[in-house]
């Protein structure tokens, strides 16, 4: 069974902090993504990737950033955490070159920043 | 930019009655278009897809045709069922790195 894991379902943090959100797929997908999903504004691309080390910014970047340094890892990197970033991060990843190749999605993370 | 408008939720239906969940779409070159369902405390997961014009997708029940000339892709079933209560979202894919745009998702509730 395909899987996309994400380290934590809830996470409460302090504004100011730094947090880390991890993803991990099992399907040696080359692309890996990170959205955030807020009530009535669907899903924003954060950050995507297509191959290790590669990165590419998405529709809404600022206030993040993304490593990965190896295939079936993705980590969301919040640098100082502020409150309106208290949102349901969703992690994806997909196999390229057919066109119409699904994404897989994880369970996803409620994060609270105080 | 390429986006994706779909109706505004929640839709409320009585168990056995026909859905529609309508969704436009504005993008440059020829799309590959989804329908993703998320059910309560869950990630996202493919409902079906069409890759181009004419198509239809289709799974449990639910069917979408890709239509070019109105830039569109309605989500239909006959006959919906309590489990069917969810947040449905379409979505386009362009690109080779198969990037999606999302639409703002529609709440389905359906009641006894």
């Known amino acids: 069974d395909v899987k996309v894991t994400q380290s934590s379902r809830y996470l409460v943090k302090r504004t100011g902090e730094k947090v880390f959100l991890e993803c991990v797929q099992d399907m040696d997908h080359e692309n890996m993504f990170w959205y955030r999903q807020d009530p009535g504004l669907g899903l924003r691309l954060i950050y995507f990737?297509?191959?290790?080390?590669?990165?590419e910014k998405g529709d809404i970047p600022e206030g993040y950033s993304v490593s990965r340094e190896k295939k079936e890892r993705f980590s969301l990197i919040l640098e100082s955490a502020s409150t309106n970033q208290t949102s349901m991060y969703l992690c994806?990843?997909?196999?390229?070159?057919?066109?119409?190749?699904?994404?897989?999605f994880g369970p996803g993370t409620r994060l609270t920043v105080l | 930019g390429d986006s994706v408008t779909q109706m505004e939720g929640p839709v409320t239906l009585s168990e056995e009655a026909f859905l529609t969940i309508n969704c436009t779409y504005t993008a440059t070159g020829y799309p590959s278009l989804f329908w993703y369902v998320q059910y309560p405390g869950e990630g996202l997961q493919l409902l079906l897809k069409a890759t181009k014009a004419d198509d239809k997708g289709s799974n449990k029940g639910f069917e979408a045709t890709y239509r070019k000339e109105t830039t569109s892709f309605h989500l239909e079933k006959g006959s919906v069922q309590v489990s069917d209560s969810a947040v449905y979202f379409c979505a386009l894919g362009t690109g080779g790195g198969n990037k999606l745009t999302f639409g703002t998702g529609t709440q389905l509730k359906v009641e006894l």
């Open positions: 990737s297509y191959d290790v080390k590669m990165k």
């Open positions: 994806a990843s997909s196999s390229s070159g057919t066109r119409g190749n699904e994404q897989f």
